[in-house]
């Protein structure tokens, strides 16, 4: 019995972390990190702020501990866009990226994180740490890009620029679904990729 009761509070503690993490995610994407409080995520997630602050000490912390998700995304990111035919590879991309859009919300509150300018009195560190996703994520999408240019498979042009250029189409199609929300239209495969195939 001990053991049941051991691994019941370490669901209910996973369980309790998730809900902040869910919380701080819409309201990190809706109000940005500056004018969000613990109090607001603790609100949110149904908790105390008390419960909050023992999870994250402070809201800059709970926002780390989201980007530190995100890094682990690169990886994915990394692996899936590894093989021979970047074509398949932007497609699968794509058309993951477009089954999150159709899900929900998620997709598009990450991407907002991701994509907000911190000012320059927050830690450098997590400035740093979006700078970095940013940077990894082009700098995938420029690989995938200079191999299908070497098999005519995409147009030609600056690789990093067209990397820079889906990437900007992405957060834009993301700001839209937040904005929009029901009254979002969900774009087609290739409306995103029309602007690189050949």
Not at 39 to 62: C, N, P, Q, R, W
Not at 78 to 91: M, V
Request: with cysteine.
């Amino acid at each position: 019995m001990p053991g049941r009761t051991k691994e019941y509070g370490e669901k209910l503690r996973e369980a309790t972390r998730n809900k902040i993490i869910t919380a701080a995610v819409a309201l990190f994407a809706e109000k940005g990190l500056a004018a969000t409080s613990a109090k607001d995520i603790a609100s949110l997630a149904g908790v105390s702020v008390g419960l909050m602050y023992h999870y994250f000490k402070t809201k800059e912390e709970a926002f780390a501990a989201l980007l530190e998700y995100a890094m682990c995304d690169i990886d994915d990111i990394k692996n899936s866009l590894a093989s021979d035919c970047p074509l398949d590879s932007l497609n699968e991309l794509v058309s993951e990226i477009l089954k999150s859009l159709h899900a929900g919300y998620e997709f598009s509150q990450w991407m907002a994180i991701l994509s907000q300018p911190l000012a320059k009195s927050y830690n450098s560190e997590l400035r740093e740490k979006i700078e970095y996703f940013d940077r990894q994520f082009i700098e995938q999408i420029a690989i995938l890009i200079k191999q299908g240019q070497k098999q005519n498979k995409f147009k030609m042009g600056e690789p990093n620029m067209l990397a820079q250029y889906f990437l900007s189409t992405l957060l834009g199609i993301c700001t839209l679904q937040l904005s929009l929300r029901e009254d979002f239209i969900v774009p087609s495969k290739e409306t995103l990729t029309a602007f690189l195939l050949s």
